[in-house]
């Protein structure tokens, strides 16, 4: 089986474009979270999503919009990109959420903003 | 606010040392993780921990939910071990909405 592909894997945009950043989980997993990593620190959560509704959303600005879609894959949207949304973007998926929940990662994508 | 600590932030050991990696945070959780990511950003979680402790091969997790305190040990550690492990854990406040919170990671070195 696949594991969770993400796409693309590097990305070049300039200040204030848009772009999408997209995930496929593996098979049979329903829930989704979108993570931030920037060089040097761990991850920070963006947002989760569980049988296509947003379970959770971490402390990023209304320019970070996500969805999934009714095969489970997911998209993360960022608007008015700014210098410092320059960073790794990665995608997990897990069969459920919460105490046994296991998660998978995408090799994610790497966004730089010039 | 969750923060999560680890330490130490750099460890370069010799082939075959027994590697303790520490991970301390600051509210009730409903579970912790160890992940392993290596250099070209491809995470791999290792343990998923709510109580007790964990063993799967060389790799043994502890977690003392009283102390707020998780522990990662290796042992026998060899130069494939060389990585940055991360902790992140899962606030049970919210109902876990505020998803994970990450600890910035141990950069570890096994010199052969």
């Known amino acids: 089986d696949a594991g969770v592909t993400q796409s693309p894997t590097h990305l070049i945009k300039t200040r204030g474009q848009q772009v999408t950043l997209r995930c496929s989980p593996i098979?049979?997993?329903?829930?989704v979270s979108w993570y931030q990593q920037v060089l040097g620190q761990g991850p920070q959560f963006i947002f989760q999503?569980?049988?296509?509704?947003?379970?959770g959303r971490g402390n990023f600005p209304d320019r970070f919009s996500a969805r999934q879609f009714p095969n489970y894959s997911s998209e993360l949207n960022v608007n008015a990109l700014l210098l410092g949304d320059s960073a790794l973007y990665l995608c997990?998926?897990?069969?459920?959420?919460?105490?046994?929940?296991?998660?998978?990662f995408g090799s994610g994508t790497q966004l730089s903003v010039l | 606010k969750n923060e999560v600590e680890q330490s130490p932030q750099n460890l370069t050991a010799q082939e075959g040392e027994f590697i303790t990696i520490n991970c301390s945070y600051s509210?009730?959780?409903?579970?912790l993780h160890w992940l392993q990511q290596h250099p070209g950003g491809g995470i791999v979680s290792l343990f998923m921990?709510?109580?007790g402790k964990k063993k799967h091969g060389r790799l043994i997790a502890t977690i003392n939910i009283q102390e707020k305190h998780s522990s990662l040990h290796i042992t026998a550690s060899h130069p494939r071990d060389s990585a940055v492990y991360i902790c992140?854990?899962?606030?049970?406040?919210?109902?876990?909405?505020?998803?994970?919170?990450f600890g910035k990671g141990t950069h570890l070195i096994i010199q052969p």
């Open positions: 997990a998926s897990s069969l459920n959420v919460g105490v046994n929940e296991k998660l998978f």
């Open positions: 098979s049979g997993h329903k829930s």
């Open positions: 999503y569980y049988e296509k509704e947003e379970r």
């Open positions: 509210v009730g959780i409903s579970a």
């Open positions: 921990l709510s109580s």
């Open positions: 992140a854990v899962r606030s049970m406040e919210g109902g876990g909405a505020d998803g994970l919170t």
